[in-house]
């Protein structure tokens, strides 16, 4: 049976006994939950060995209550507990002197989706850099990555960074938030105390969750459109879709599962995709569908789409499925159908201005590039992301705790 980190400092006052004496933070959002679906913070501060002096919450909030990207939060105070409630995704993202002067440890619970692009990954960093300037120690709280251990994508480019892009990593990564914090330490050469508590029983090649303990564990959403294991799975492509103007499902039960828009023939598109590299739809289940979405992109209006099935083992393989090279062909596909849509959104997307979300999202002009060029083919998308997909394995090997 698998052991979260939280459940085992709740279970074992050994490990808890470093922090007698401390003044103990938490950073934390819906999902950090116990087995019994008891939150971090109600199960920390319960205990009498622990002093609990802060809380903090990520993008979407320490409740999850922020639907959109670019809705901040705001701080507060918890009467509950008698602790202040401090936003990272307010008017600051990194923690100020003050927030850091509340707290001599900080416990970092929070449920990631295995993808860069995933801001919480982002904070994590900015969390350590923070400590390690303040000379305060952080605890990781490890959880599972739902997506397992495959690795896709072209890694961030020198100049990219940025909230949605905390270092030079693939869009899938395939590590857990406690092997992420060892690599940043890594790369970035922070001198700073950090201990992960570790999970047991953690089983990422085990069907029929390959990353998720499904049937041991409640899915509980991370953020607000993360509703499912599907979601997970899917996300490292669909998540490209925030910075298009398709619908990425906001607004619907099924969000960032499936793609679409007013003007656009989803069994076209599919047909396209197979047509164009049919070994990038390995692994899943297309289906085309009709969609209105009740807020966000084409609003109250009818959408054709496309919904990525990766639930059904007879349609799911999670070694074969590619969700980033199978986005990137939708793209594709469309730009062939209709060579002159208007894909790429142009808009203020994670506090950048200047360039496009598409490429922010990616970390590089390159998947654009390759996307609007009539002449490129799949082999050269492949003969990009092999090489950064090789690389990352070799770099990651040093870092992973199972």
Not at 218 to 240: D, I, K, Q
Not at 310 to 315: A, L, N, Q, R, S
Not at 374 to 379: H, I, L, M, S, V
Request: charge should be negative; hydrophobic fraction near 40%.
């Amino acid at each position: 049976m698998i052991q979260f980190g939280l459940d085992r400092l709740l279970a074992d006052p050994a490990l808890r006994r470093p922090l007698a004496g401390k003044r103990v933070a938490l950073l934390a959002h819906p999902a950090s939950l116990t087995r019994d679906l008891t939150h971090a913070v109600d199960a920390l501060a319960a205990l009498p060995d622990i002093q609990l002096s802060a809380a903090f919450g990520p993008q979407h909030g320490l409740r999850g209550d922020k639907q959109d990207n670019m809705v901040e939060s705001s701080d507060y105070f918890d009467p509950q507990h008698g602790i202040p409630v401090f936003s990272l995704y307010g008017e600051v993202r990194r923690p100020t002197a003050p927030m850091m002067d509340r707290f001599d440890v900080l416990l970092v619970d929070l449920q990631d989706l295995g993808c860069r692009i995933y801001t919480f990954i982002t904070t994590l960093r900015y969390v350590l850099e923070a400590a390690a300037r303040h000379k305060k120690a952080v605890w990781v709280l490890d959880r599972p990555n739902p997506a397992g251990r495959p690795v896709e994508g072209t890694l961030l480019q020198a100049g990219w960074e940025s909230f949605v892009g905390a270092g030079p990593l693939p869009m899938r990564h395939g590590m857990t938030m406690g092997e992420l914090a060892r690599w940043f330490i890594a790369t970035l050469k922070l001198d700073v105390e950090c201990e992960v508590v570790t999970m047991t029983g953690w089983e990422p090649d085990a069907a029929p969750g390959y990353g998720w303990p499904v049937g041991e564990r409640s899915w509980v959403n991370p953020s607000p459109n993360a509703p499912n294991l599907s979601m997970a799975r899917a996300y490292a492509g669909t998540v490209m879709l925030e910075g298009t103007t398709l619908s990425e499902g906001r607004g619907t039960t099924r969000p960032l599962e499936l793609f679409g828009a007013p003007d656009i023939n989803a069994r076209q598109v599919i047909a396209q995709m197979e047509a164009i590299a049919p070994k990038w739809l390995a692994g899943c289940r297309l289906r085309d569908c009709w969609f209105e979405p009740t807020f966000h992109k084409h609003a109250g209006t009818l959408c054709n789409g496309v919904q990525i099935h990766v639930e059904d083992p007879t349609h799911y393989n999670h070694a074969a499925f590619r969700p980033w090279r199978l986005q990137a062909l939708a793209f594709k596909a469309i730009r062939r159908l209709q060579r002159d849509y208007p894909l790429w959104r142009d808009f203020p997307y994670e506090y950048e201005h200047d360039r496009l979300a598409i490429d922010l999202i990616n970390g590089s002009t390159l998947l654009r590039e390759w996307v609007d060029d009539a002449t490129a083919r799949p082999g050269d998308l492949d003969v990009l992301a092999f090489a950064d997909e090789r690389e990352w394995l070799e770099t990651r090997r040093d870092f992973l705790l199972y």
